[in-house]
């Protein structure tokens, strides 16, 4: 697994991506944010410089984090897929996690009868198919259903078109085994047992994870805040970088 230190002042913060992207879509935060931690990045299995793994499970996710890590503890942010990655980390290796951050993250992405926040079963499924038939089409669907309504949407279309479709690793079967995690996974359960002071951002335009979703996890994590950025979409990080970044940075210097 590749896990990059980027170098920084301050302490340790592990980014952890989502799914159809690599290290690379922190791109656009990593210079504000070194400026008060020390950045290391990962690329999740099957994708960007990481091979992929068998079986390809959340569990194994996070050893596999844990195990290429050079440091015992740190603060983690994850985002989407990334996020549910961070829970994990939280919930079952709770001596690695300092602080955490979850960004457009939610328990389970999928709905379910006693879950009206996840996306609709029919769209994931037709997703998957599509997925498998070629990646790269879906892909761009699924970017642009991240990028639709925010400002500069054309300019963040052409950075993760360049950078995660025509310079992409294809690594076919990772991807669809991500997904697959994506599609499987539900920590609402466990959630409670995350111990962590942790801050949750979400974007109140979200198409992928809803915004309740967050507002859920905050009432069930015990030492939990909610951010709602006004007018992002999944990807707030990018959109509203300077709100994120300063939201960030009054987390983690917090010594509460």
Not at 23 to 52: Q, R
Not at 140 to 162: H, P
Not at 219 to 239: D, Q, T, W, Y
Request: charged share 25%; hydrophobic share 40%.
């Amino acid at each position: 697994m590749k896990i990059k230190s980027l170098g920084g002042r301050g302490e340790p913060l592990l980014m952890i991506h989502g799914w159809g992207v690599n290290s690379e879509i922190w791109t656009s935060l990593v210079d504000e944010l070194k400026l008060f931690v020390t950045v290391y990045v990962v690329d999740l299995p099957g994708m960007g410089g990481s091979k992929s793994i068998s079986p390809y499970t959340l569990d194994n996710i996070a050893k596999e984090i844990k195990a290429n890590m050079r440091l015992k503890r740190c603060n983690i942010l994850g985002w989407s897929l990334g996020g549910q990655v961070a829970m994990y980390l939280a919930i079952k290796m709770p001596e690695f996690v300092k602080k955490l951050i979850l960004m457009s993250t939610t328990p389970c992405f999928v709905e379910k009868k006693d879950w009206p926040y996840g996306v609709k079963k029919q769209f994931f499924s037709n997703f998957e198919m599509e997925a498998k038939k070629n990646l790269n089409n879906t892909l761009m669907k699924f970017f642009l259903i991240q990028t639709m309504g925010i400002n500069d949407s054309k300019k963040v279309m052409s950075f993760l078109r360049k950078t995660f479709i025509e310079f992409r690793d294809i690594n076919k079967s990772g991807m669809e085994s991500a997904l697959n995690v994506l599609k499987k996974t539900d920590l609402r359960n466990e959630v409670k047992k995350i111990d962590k002071l942790t801050l949750i951002i979400t974007g109140d335009k979200d198409r992928l994870t809803n915004k309740k979703a967050s507002v859920w996890l905050n009432a069930k994590i015990r030492e939990s805040s909610l951010k709602e950025v006004k007018g992002a979409n999944h990807m707030p990080f990018i959109s509203h970088r300077e709100t994120v970044t300063a939201s960030v940075k009054e987390f983690l210097q917090n010594d509460q």
